[in-house]
């Protein structure tokens, strides 16, 4: 069964760094590109970056180029979110995402984590 477990969300102040992780099972890792979606309260849900089935990374959302990092370890599993210089609008609930490919439509990632909380104090 396909299972995407998300953690290291929390409340970090505006300038600070948090660290996701997804821990992936039920699915052959080289086959699957990985990604982070998020929706931030009262705003549709964004796609924030990708890791290819390749592990290359694809960063959909402009406001968080030069600011975030996405990383894939297949031994382990996991594909890693690093924020960095975290703002106040990066508040929102971040979901770990999986499908054949990297899509820039949200609606077409075929599984979805239960999502981790990141809140951005000012």
């Known amino acids: 069964q396909l299972r995407l477990v998300e953690s290291g969300g929390g409340l970090v102040q505006s300038g600070g760094s948090l660290r996701l992780s997804c821990l992936a099972s039920g699915f052959t890792m080289e086959d699957t590109a990985i990604g982070w979606v998020r929706q931030a309260p009262g705003k549709e849900r964004e796609g924030v970056a990708c890791?290819?089935?390749?592990?290359?990374?694809?960063i959909f959302a402009d406001a968080v180029k030069g600011r975030f990092t996405i990383a894939r370890d297949n031994a382990k599993r996991t594909v890693s979110l690093d924020m960095n210089s975290l703002k106040p609008e990066d508040t929102a609930v971040y979901y770990c995402?999986?499908?054949?490919?990297?899509?820039?439509?949200?609606?077409?990632?075929?599984?979805w984590g239960h999502g981790t909380q990141v809140t951005v104090s000012s």
């Open positions: 995402v999986s499908g054949r490919n990297c899509y820039s439509d949200v609606e077409d990632w075929y599984s």
């Open positions: 890791s290819t089935r390749s592990g290359a990374s694809i």
